[in-house]
Nanobody, 124 residues
Framework: QVQLVESGGGLVQAGGSLRLSCAASGRTFSNFAMGWFRQAPGKEREFVTTIGRSGGITGYADSVKGRFTISRDNAKNTVYLQMNTLKPEDTAVYYC?????????????????WGQGTQVTVAS
């Protein structure tokens, strides 16, 4: 089992920044590819970004490319999501997820573990 706990969400003005963290425990963190997903009110959960086990490979949704950056610190068992130039449409609950594999993927059904989510609200 892997436990994932997100933090860092909150209320921010449009154009502002937030950094989300996801702390993992329970298994060797460096064995897992990680991802961030989000779910806005009334919408399905969607892919945001993913990072490979060593941090050398990343992928982003087009909607966040150039504004969001995923990174990880395997020594701290933590993955981060730096969100800049936030827009009201970024408002959602953000979830981190772990996948016990070498490859990255945008498919949420292929992730093995999920956190409880953290709310991000961007005011216009």
């Amino acid at each position: 089992q892997v436990q994932l706990v997100e933090s860092g969400g909150g209320l921010v003005q449009a154009g502002g920044s937030l950094r989300l963290s996801c702390a993992a425990s329970g298994r060797t963190f460096s064995n897992f590819a990680m991802g961030w997903f989000r779910q806005a009110p009334g919408k399905e959960r969607e892919f945001v970004t993913t990072i490979g086990r060593s941090g050398g490979i990343t992928g982003y949704a087009d909607s966040v490319k150039g504004r969001f950056t995923i990174s990880r610190d395997n020594a701290k068992n933590t993955v981060y999501l730096q969100m800049n130039t936030l827009k009201p449409e970024d408002t959602a609950v953000y979830y981190c997820a772990a996948r016990r594999t070498l490859t990255i993927t945008t498919r949420q059904d292929l992730y093995d573990y999920w956190g409880q989510g953290t709310q991000v609200t961007v005011a216009s």
